[in-house]
């Protein structure tokens, strides 16, 4: 029985009184009433309750904001709380929102005993709201007709919503009861003609890219299906899933057709559909992996089967396991070779082997591609086996592959990687004829992208690294040649590099820490940190000494290995300790370090001694390191859980100092977030992360890039709290916040939301 129904309309009735003035100012009060607007009652309720702890309200205000409170804590379904509330503070109305708590607690008895003595005092505020729940309450007893005539007296109620409320409730306690008139059958209405003309039209409008109105057309015919032909019962829903991927309903495209392909044994419309279920699944919550493993796992020799061993292998090849693919593969290798996906399973199955430098086994399948297909197809076969002689050094061989291939290749994309590849070949291989023929083919091509360009610098750098005298002629004319190429800068750094012996002694240390600063900006961190190693060895009364050693041990910590970073540690200490204006940030570089080696301990020691440093940081240099305080003690908490209390307050003083920029703000807000919920402080978890996305309510300037990745983490934090706690019109709605970001997770919020109203049938208004 939909006993507590009308506290879902409640939120609209009860807080249209206007704030008093006093408090229209505080923050923390409007950030409740927000909360309370975006449906968040406990995130409200937080805030109500912190306020009440201000000394300095007056006594109207304790009452507005108590009342408010207690208002928050019946939304949020915590009937113990709100009784708490009216025992400690003087709320108006006291025995109408007792009787809330009553109702929530399933005490129906105690709470009819309320309402009456309520409606009885004729002053009351909620009166007609107060008679609309007794007679839910009298319902609820089992007092069916008592119940009905309570509501139908507020039928006429001035309150429009209230009198609304009050019909339907008696029209659905009626039906309940067996009251309802006959519902009226439906009848099928038009013969099968009239249908298959219905899917054409519903056909046309998915081809249209119109999904809605497909959706309306094709869910019509599949509940008047009774009759149809199996074949045109299967395209139906086909055209269906199709039409929920047009308006963005993925997660429910992708549960009709795992149960369609699931229910049918054979249907000519299987390769659509596995198509199309590939590409609806969810990226994160699916077990579309799952069903295609049983369905690859199914007995004999089905096309079912071989779709998804197919469908398998590429989404474990995407993942990165290439062996389990493989397997697969090879699998349907054996028996699935009349299948329609054959063709590009057999190919996939030659890339994956030369990924993994099978090279035998690509030139097998190669053999029996060309003994089963003709020519068909034989341009990705050339490729694959173009790439096995290159690597083997047989050029020659090589080219004449790739230039097969590029003659054969039906797609742009394959043919200029073709022509790109006959022309490194042949220049590795010594051939300038056919060097010269791609340089030339790649040329002509408007549409190509930056492949000539390319070939020409592979020939300078080969040049270069061969110390041919020709080099730096082949560089430069590369420059002049292709400005807007996006390898220039390269080509400037080989040439500078090629020059460097011919520049003054005076000179060199510049030349190399531009050089340095090139390849650190490409991200090439080998090469740049060899060269700013080489100007603080060589120069080390430079002035660009400090820096060099500096950026030598970022370049160091990139790399990410175990011997460099202890490089890299030793390269910040030198830094530090000569006391120059990089000496703060060496140390605190130093602490990044010592967390990466797991060693937290050591990395706060440093972090608490940059912070008592003299002079002592500020602005954003003391938030980053209060942040990364407090991320350490988060992660010390394993050994010691008050150092995540610490951790707690560390974020949130960050959150709460007052000018601090929004970014950290927001970043420490959402560690906070993290922090609570490990404590099992899910609402306070949940009021830290509205708090980062209401500063979007705030900002006069839009979100940085860096800035919104923080504002989607504590959003969809958010969404998972709400969702965790069962509320889901609130989930959908904090998603929608997040999809109006325009963003780049804002389709994704937008799908979350489609999802959560489509799963638990929330519908609007």
């Excluded at 890339?351 to 089963?372: F, K």
């Excluded at 490194?424 to 000539?452: C, F, H, I, M």
């Excluded at 910040?572 to 204006?581: I, K, L, N, T, W």
């Excluded at 938030?623 to 949130?652: P, W, Y």
Aim: proline residues 3%.
């Amino acid at each position: 029985m939909r006993l507590i129904t009308w506290i879902k309309f409640l939120p609209a009735l009860v807080c249209c009184g206007v704030s008093a003035a006093e408090l229209k100012d505080r923050g923390e009060y409007q950030a409740a009433l927000r909360a309370l607007a975006d449906q968040l009652p406990q995130v409200a309720a937080l805030k109500f309750e912190r306020l009440l702890q201000d000394s300095s309200l007056s006594h109207s205000e304790v009452v507005r904001v108590a009342e408010r409170l207690t208002d928050a804590l019946v939304r949020a379904k915590q009937p113990e709380k709100v009784l708490v509330a009216l025992t400690f503070f003087d709320v108006p109305d006291a025995a109408f929102w007792k009787a809330q708590a009553l109702v929530l607690q399933g005490k129906f008895r105690e709470a009819e005993t309320e309402l009456r003595a309520y409606l009885n005092l004729k002053s009351g505020r909620y009166r007609d709201l107060a008679g609309l729940m007794l007679g839910q309450v009298l319902i609820g007893q089992g007092r069916e007709n008592t119940g009905r005539k309570q509501l139908k007296l507020l039928s006429e109620s001035q309150d429009v919503e209230v009198a609304s409320l009050s019909r339907l409730w008696a029209n659905e306690s009626e039906s309940l009861s067996g009251r309802s008139a006959a519902t009226l059958r439906r009848l099928a209405g038009s013969d099968l003609d009239g249908r298959a003309m219905e899917f054409v039209k519903g056909a046309a409008l998915v081809e249209a890219g119109e999904g809605r109105e497909a959706d309306r057309i094709l869910r019509k015919l599949v509940k008047e299906s009774e009759g149809n032909p199996v074949r045109l019962q299967h395209a139906i829903v086909v055209r269906l899933a199709e039409a929920w991927e047009l308006q963005g309903r993925q997660r429910s495209a992708e549960k009709l057709l795992q149960r369609f392909i699931n229910e049918s044994e054979d249907s000519p419309f299987f390769d659509r559909a596995f198509a199309i279920l590939d590409r609806v699944k969810s990226t994160e919550e699916t077990d579309t992996l799952e069903w295609y493993g049983k369905w690859a796992a199914q007995p004999g020799a089905t096309e079912k089967k071989y779709h998804a061993m197919y469908y398998q292998a590429r989404n474990l090849a995407e993942a990165g396991k290439v062996e389990d693919a493989l397997r697969g593969l090879e699998a349907f290798h054996e028996g699935g070779m009349s299948h329609p996906r054959s063709s590009e399973a057999m190919r996939l199955l030659m890339a994956l082997h030369g990924s993994q430098h099978n090279d035998d086994r690509v030139l097998e399948l190669a053999r029996e591609w060309r003994s089963w297909n003709g020519t068909g197809g034989e341009d990705t076969v050339d490729f694959l086996t173009g790439m096995i002689r290159f690597s083997r050094r047989e050029f020659s061989d090589a080219v004449a592959l790739f230039q097969h291939s590029a003659e054969l290749a039906s797609d742009l994309v394959q043919k200029q990687r073709a022509i790109y590849n006959m022309g490194v070949a042949a220049l590795l291989g010594g051939l300038p004829q056919p060097y010269s023929r791609a340089v030339v083919l790649l040329t002509e091509n408007k549409e190509a992208d930056s492949s000539a360009g390319n070939l020409e610098l592979e020939r300078a750098l080969h040049l270069a690294l061969l110390r041919d005298g020709a080099a730096e002629e082949a560089l430069r004319e590369f420059l002049k040649s292709y400005p807007d190429d996006p390898r220039w800068v390269e080509a400037q750094i080989a040439l500078a590099e090629y020059c460097l012996l011919d520049i003054p002694p005076s000179r060199r240390d510049e030349v190399r820490m531009k050089i340095a600063q090139a390849y650190f900006r490409l991200e090439d961190y080998p090469r740049s940190r060899g060269q700013f190693e080489q100007v603080a060895e060589d120069n080390p009364d430079s002035s660009y000494a400090e820096v060099a050693q500096f950026f030598a041990a970022r370049a160091a910590m990139f790399t990410l290995n175990a011997k460099d970073l202890d490089k890299a540690l030793d390269h910040f200490s030198d830094v530090a300790q000569q006391g120059g204006p990089l000496a703060a940030e060496s140390r605190r570089q130093m602490a990044m370090i010592k967390r990466m080696q797991g060693k937290e301990s050591d990395a706060l020691a440093v972090i608490e001694n940059v912070l008592t440093s003299k002079p002592a940081p500020t602005g954003d240099e003391l938030l980053s390191l209060q942040v990364e305080k407090g991320e350490l003690l988060a992660l010390m908490s394993k050994q010691d859980s008050k150092n995540l209390t610490d951790a707690i307050a560390v974020f949130r003083g960050v959150v709460q100092l007052p000018g601090a920029a929004r970014y950290w703000r927001a970043r420490a807000g959402v560690l906070l977030a993290q922090s609570l919920q490990r404590t099992d402080r899910s609402n306070e978890a949940l009021e830290a992360c509205t708090d980062v996305v209401d500063i979007t309510r705030e900002a006069a300037e839009p979100f940085t890039t860096r800035e919104l990745a923080w504002f989607y983490r504590a959003g969809f934090l958010a969404v998972e709290i709400l969702e965790s706690q069962k509320k889901w019109d609130a989930a959908a709605k904090m998603a929608d916040r997040l999809a109006q970001s325009n963003g780049v997770r804002a389709v994704e919020a937008r799908e979350r939301a489609n999802r959560i109203r489509l799963e638990h049938f929330i519908w609007d208004k």
